[in-house]
T-cell receptor
């Protein structure tokens, strides 16, 4: 079945460590996104990529990095520079333009910094 | 600007109608969306409405759009326990970007 797979679902990290969250899609979508979700704050855009080998910063990119070497994959690295990394991270994709702009979401990865 | 606001909580009795409200700021938004998130999961699109429409109905769901007031609402008829979730309002900023509200947690009580 087509969809978006995020891994791991739960991740624990010590302060000062980098961690990489995986996101893979087999929907043949051009665009991919990373959002951060905190209680009561909704979803905030970290990075997005419209095509392979290209990506743009979202609203809260500081302390995060991404790559888009393949159409199917858009990994997110949470670096030690991210001051408050404990959150629920959601990856999404969309077919790109011209569409209804609908996003298709993965099941999320919950990162806890100890 | 990009700012979507919605109330944080709604409690409704099983069988009643739920109404979730949202206001947005970008008058150029082409589409407005309602997404549903169940505990520990990602978001799923419930429905969307094109900005030149006033209303859209899809089975138990009715979306009303007031462009003048930049107000969007979602009505769920005959609310069931399976409707307990967080509901997010979102507006399209451009072809690639959506702006989301903080989400309304709907609790259905027996």
């Amino acid at each position: 079945d087509g969809g978006i797979t995020q891994s791991p679902k739960y991740l624990f990290r010590k302060e000062g460590q980098n961690v990489t969250l995986s996101c893979e899609q087999n929907l043949n979508h051009d665009a991919m996104y990373w959002y951060r979700q905190d209680p009561g704050q909704g979803l905030r855009l970290i990075y997005y990529s419209q095509i392979v080998n290209d990506f743009q910063k979202g609203d809260i990119a500081e302390g995060y990095s991404v790559s888009r070497e393949k159409k199917e994959s858009f990994p997110l690295t949470v670096t030690s520079a991210q001051k408050n990394p404990t959150a629920f991270y959601l990856c999404a994709s969309s077919p790109g333009t011209p569409t209804t702009g609908e996003l298709f979401f993965g099941e999320g990865s919950r990162l806890t910094v100890l | 600007g990009e700012d979507v606001e919605q109330s944080l909580f709604l409690s409704v009795r099983e069988g009643d109608s739920s109404v979730i409200n949202c206001t947005y700021t970008d008058s150029s938004s082409t589409y407005l969306y309602w997404y549903k998130q169940e505990p520990g999961a990602g978001l799923q699109l419930l429905t969307y409405i094109f900005s030149n429409m006033d209303m859209k109905q899809d089975q138990r769901l009715t979306v009303l759009l007031n462009k003048k007031d930049k107000h969007l609402s979602l009505r769920i008829a005959d609310t069931q326990t399976g409707d307990s979730a967080i509901y997010f309002c979102a507006e399209s900023i451009n072809d690639y970007k959506l702006s989301f509200g903080a989400g309304t947690t709907v609790t259905v009580r027996a």
